[in-house]
């Protein structure tokens, strides 16, 4: 049986349709990674798959059972890898939530539990500064402990969400080996062409617009990324010229935009990359336990996530507007 089972999923907000009619069927060993530009569903998916957010149709099995109910045979890493309150942590301590699987109040370890956190704090280089609170550690530091607690988590499947992120190169290749040696089933959202192409035996590609295609490898991707790419600009431009050639005579000059709408094409898309960056922390917060456990909070904060990803569906359709007029 499949370890992670997907049938007919489909992902919709308002009108916007992110993805439907997914299939995908997920074996040990495997690891899935899932590509496309920010705002196409990425995050989402692995919510869906945690059980944090529910798809507008289809379903998902983790080891036959819906995720929510076998959610401690999922381990995860967010974008923010690390909340304030663990800043107080030794290292060696966020290392053990890894083994431990829940968070606080621990019990007492076994000789055989100290000698896996030993080792795998040895692997990746970090018992130098294993004792040290993770607030005074580095960006690099910190990343070495928390591949050290991820090589721990008991997980049938584990959802990565840009684990590469400020990384350096010998940190890389840690994590490289670390999910190579893995062997469950992984999802992995990330950019990384190199880590892609090494270590993933699926790419699942993403383009917002309801398409979601399997590959074998990066190049394959980009492919079909340049194709999807140039399909849309030639069914724009055959919808746009006749309505211009029906709405104005031929010696009519081309419309072209007032100063202030000049202005606002120059700045929507960076208008769009802010709003797609907050709408990414709105969805890292959902997955703080102290959210999530706060049903107050959690709804509010679902509320505010419609709100922005409808801002962010509007600016999409004004850039269209602004850009027709250039046509």
Same mark, same amino acid.
């Given at each position: $049986?499949?370890?992670?089972?997907?049938?007919?999923?489909?992902?919709?907000?308002?009108?916007?349709? !992110?993805?439907?009619?997914?299939?995908?069927? #997920?074996?040990?060993? =495997?690891? #899935?990674?899932? &590509?496309?530009?920010?705002?196409?569903?990425?995050?989402? #998916?692995?919510?869906?798959? !945690?059980?944090?957010?529910?798809?507008?149709?289809?379903?998902?099995?983790?080891?036959?059972?819906?995720?929510? =109910?076998?959610?401690?045979?999922?381990?995860?890493?967010?974008?923010?890898?690390?909340? @304030?309150?663990?800043?107080?942590?030794?290292?060696?301590? #966020?290392?053990? !939530?890894?083994?431990?699987?829940?968070?606080?109040?621990?019990?007492?370890?076994?000789?055989?539990?100290? =000698?896996?956190?030993?080792?795998?704090?040895?692997?990746?280089?970090?018992?130098?500064?294993?004792?040290?609170?993770?607030?005074?550690?580095?960006?690099?530091?910190?990343?070495?402990? &928390?591949?050290?607690?991820? $090589?721990?988590?008991?997980?049938?499947?584990?959802?990565?969400?840009?684990?590469? *992120?400020?990384?350096?190169?010998?940190?890389?290749?840690?994590?490289?080996?670390?999910?190579?040696? /893995?062997?469950?089933?992984?999802?992995?959202?990330?950019?990384?062409? /190199? $880590?892609?192409?090494?270590?993933?035996?699926?790419?699942?590609?993403?383009?917002? &617009?309801?398409?979601?295609?399997?590959?074998?490898?990066?190049? +394959?991707?980009?492919?079909?990324?340049?194709?999807?790419?140039?399909?849309?600009?030639?069914? %724009?431009?055959?919808?746009?010229?006749?309505?211009?050639?029906?709405?104005?005579?031929? *010696?009519?000059?081309?419309?072209?935009?007032? /100063?202030?709408?000049?202005?606002? !094409?120059?700045?929507?898309?960076?208008?769009?990359?802010? %709003? =797609?960056? +907050?709408?990414?922390?709105?969805?890292?917060?959902?997955?703080?336990?102290?959210? $999530?456990? @706060? %049903?107050?909070?959690?709804?509010?904060?679902?509320?505010?996530?419609?709100?922005?990803?409808?801002?962010?569906?509007?600016?999409?359709?004004?850039?269209?507007?602004?850009?027709?007029?250039?046509?």
């Amino acid at each position: $049986m499949s370890v992670v089972s997907i049938q007919g999923l489909a992902l919709r907000f308002g009108e916007r349709t !992110l993805f439907e009619g997914l299939d995908l069927e #997920l074996e040990r060993g =495997e690891l #899935l990674a899932v &590509l496309g530009p920010n705002g196409t569903g990425k995050t989402s #998916l692995v919510r869906i798959l !945690l059980g944090l957010l529910q798809p507008t149709a289809g379903e998902v099995r983790i080891d036959g059972f819906p995720p929510r =109910e076998r959610c401690h045979r999922i381990g995860y890493v967010p974008q923010q890898r690390i909340f @304030d309150r663990d800043l107080v942590l030794r290292g060696r301590d #966020l290392v053990r !939530l890894g083994l431990d699987g829940h968070r606080w109040g621990f019990g007492r370890l076994d000789g055989e539990g100290h =000698e896996r956190i030993e080792r795998v704090l040895t692997q990746v280089g970090a018992t130098g500064y294993a004792d040290a609170p993770i607030g005074r550690l580095s960006g690099g530091e910190r990343a070495r402990v &928390l591949i050290a607690q991820l $090589m721990l988590q008991p997980a049938d499947v584990l959802l990565l969400d840009e684990p590469t *992120n400020d990384l350096d190169i010998p940190t890389l290749e840690i994590l490289e080996e670390s999910l190579l040696d /893995y062997r469950g089933a992984l999802v992995l959202v990330t950019h990384d062409r /190199y $880590m892609l192409d090494r270590v993933s035996t699926v790419i699942l590609g993403l383009d917002g &617009l309801g398409h979601a295609e399997r590959f074998a490898d990066f190049s +394959q991707w980009e492919a079909w990324q340049k194709s999807r790419l140039s399909a849309s600009k030639d069914a %724009a431009s055959k919808t746009t010229e006749p309505q211009l050639k029906s709405s104005a005579p031929a *010696n009519t000059p081309k419309r072209k935009l007032s /100063y202030k709408e000049a202005r606002e !094409l120059e700045t929507i898309e960076e208008r769009i990359a802010g %709003a =797609e960056k +907050q709408l990414q922390a709105k969805h890292d917060s959902l997955l703080d336990p102290a959210v $999530m456990s @706060d %049903a107050k909070r959690l709804a509010a904060l679902s509320l505010e996530l419609e709100a922005d990803q409808k801002a962010i569906d509007d600016l999409y359709a004004r850039w269209a507007q602004l850009e027709a007029k250039l046509q």
